[in-house]
């Protein structure tokens, strides 16, 4: 199986850093990555998919990055309603999926 | 708009069984894969199952894979997941989810989740 290693698995930032959070698979998977939001007490929801594309009603300071094996989720401007834990999210193929383990992103 | 709600979660001892139901709404349930994915109190996200549109297509994680069975009605709109031989493990909220069905197959809706507790 591809391993998907998530780093850091905790943050803690300013209002207005610029915020880097990676997904590193353990072999090429294309573009076929997701990143997801879950806020605190929250349903997880979708923020970007194919590594790149930004979800419906996603602010645009949110942005991702990357292919084959590392990929990259950009928050260009903390803000206190980012306040949560990111997961990358891959498609194995072959009907399977891997969660990263998170990255909790706190407000300094 | 699309929604997904589940039922079913409860306290049950290990090595019971319990059996999940998800229902949906807001869109073609006919054209869409659904996927269970679960996540332990204080802990991660973990893929569970996933069932395709027509039902002929199912897989599992390793982790429940010969003691779950996930099925669909698409009749009733309706999705469930068979749950057997529960562990301590298995306690989490679950959560139904619907595929995208684009490339890549992401995740675009989930729903509230139903919890799960696994105890003696």
């Known amino acids: 199986d591809i391993q998907m290693t998530q780093s850091p698995s905790s943050l803690s930032a300013s209002v207005g850093d610029r915020v880097t959070i990676t997904c590193r698979a353990s072999?090429?998977?294309?573009?076929?990555l997701a990143w997801y939001q879950q806020k605190p007490g929250k349903v997880p929801t979708l923020l970007i998919y194919?590594?790149?594309t930004l979800q419906s009603g996603v602010p645009s300071r949110f942005s991702g990055s990357g292919s084959g094996t590392d990929f990259t989720l950009t928050i260009s401007s903390l803000q206190p309603e980012d306040v949560a834990t990111y997961y990358c999210?891959?498609?194995?193929?072959?009907?399977?999926?891997?969660f990263g383990q998170g990255t909790k992103v706190e407000i300094k | 708009q699309v929604q997904l709600v589940e039922s079913g979660g409860g306290v049950v001892q290990p090595g019971k069984s319990l059996r999940l139901s998800c229902a949906a709404s807001g869109f073609n349930f006919n054209n869409y894969g659904i996927h269970w994915v679960r996540q332990a109190p204080g802990k991660g996200l973990e893929w569970v199952a996933v069932?395709?549109?027509?039902?002929?297509?199912?897989d599992y994680a390793d982790s429940v894979k010969g003691r779950f069975t996930i099925s669909r009605d698409n009749s009733k709109n309706t999705l469930t997941l068979q749950m057997n031989s529960l562990t301590a493990e298995d306690t989490a909220v679950y959560h139904c989810v619907r595929d995208s069905m684009l490339v890549g197959h992401h995740f675009d809706h989930w729903g509230q989740g139903t919890l799960v507790i696994v105890s003696s």
């Open positions: 194919a590594a790149s």
């Open positions: 999210q891959k498609y194995n193929g072959a009907f399977t999926w891997t």
């Open positions: 069932i395709w549109p027509d039902g002929s297509n199912k």
């Open positions: 072999q090429g998977i294309s573009n076929y």
